[in-house]
């Protein structure tokens, strides 16, 4: 087929003026095709469209085998191979098969210890590029995958899955105990030690157990100076995420805590909860008789000459 369209840098050459305007963008670095979203751009738009079921949620290819869904027709027919055992990347190691080799690729990194991507922030290293990537989203508080019902942002679409079981009402995962719910397994296997008493997370330095991994992952930095979580604006340094996180809604100015009794809106929940106390008449404060008092009477009683000399 004849191609008479040639590339003024690199003489390539195309069937139509389009095809050739759509190449040049990889020469120039132009990317018009935006998203509304999070504002990444992509040279033609195709990309964008199937970017944007990132969003979206969106998942049209479906496997008809476990109603499965994917973004795109390349990541169903990967997934396909899983219902017909074909796995043709097989580990000398340990004689598991992928249907693709990256994934192979990623899997041998479990044998050798290789973590390759390094955060440019904290120094933290990953076996993969996208465990690096949703890592840097701690550095840099973006929060992509946004819940539909509240606006609530996530730094992974897993989580944003796991939160909209909230608007649902869904908790499938029941413990055995004393009948609660959870919306995860995982949820679910952490509660139950509240029952057994288990902590099989220790701490190597004071031997304090933990039921979480999280919970002794943020305790590790109570024993160092370090600050890894820094804020991309003013670079100060946070232990943990979440602290990070509300942090720089003092930059953002997000307030996504609001009031059900009236239009105000509050930088972090606890602020939210002292403000309702306002509507309800509830007090954190409880007397040795078991009333609800108020802070300014919890204060030690001062004399009428003392008053008088401070008015």
Request: some cysteine; charged content about 25%.
């Amino acid at each position: 087929m004849e191609k008479p369209w040639k590339c003024e840098d690199c003489e390539k050459g195309f069937k139509d003026r389009h095809e050739l305007e759509r190449h040049q963008r990889s020469h120039t670095g132009e990317r018009p095709f935006t998203c509304t979203q999070c504002e990444k751009g992509f040279t033609i738009i195709g990309n964008l469209r199937r970017h944007e079921r990132v969003h979206t949620g969106e998942r049209p290819f479906t496997c008809s085998d476990c109603g499965k869904g994917f973004t795109r027709l390349c990541n169903l027919q990967s997934h396909q191979r899983v219902h017909t055992r074909e796995g043709p990347f097989i580990c000398s190691v340990c004689g598991k098969g992928f249907t693709q080799l990256h994934y192979l690729e990623n899997h041998q990194r479990v044998h050798s210890g290789e973590k390759p991507f390094i955060c440019p922030v904290c120094d933290k290293r990953f076996a993969q590029l996208s465990y690096l990537q949703n890592h840097q989203r701690v550095h840099t508080g973006e929060r992509p995958f946004i819940c539909t019902v509240c606006d609530k942002g996530f730094t992974r679409l897993s989580h944003l899955k796991i939160h909209q079981s909230a608007h649902t009402g869904e908790r499938p995962f029941i413990c055995s105990v004393c009948d609660k719910g959870f919306t995860q397994a995982s949820h679910l296997q952490a509660h139950q030690r509240l029952h057994t008493g288990e902590k099989p997370y220790i701490c190597t330095v004071c031997d304090k157990g933990f039921t979480q991994l999280s919970g002794l992952r943020s305790h590790n930095v109570t024993h160092t100076k370090s600050r890894p979580f820094k804020c991309s604006d003013c670079r100060r340094g946070f232990k943990s995420s979440q602290r990070l996180m509300s942090h720089r809604r003092i930059h953002t100015e997000e307030r996504p805590f609001s009031c059900s009794h009236c239009t105000k809106r509050f930088r972090t929940s606890s602020n939210l909860m002292k403000h309702e106390r306002g509507h309800t008449g509830e007090s954190p404060f409880t007397s040795p008789t078991g009333k609800s008092v108020t802070r300014s009477s919890l204060a030690e009683p001062q004399s009428h000459s003392h008053q008088s000399e401070t008015l």
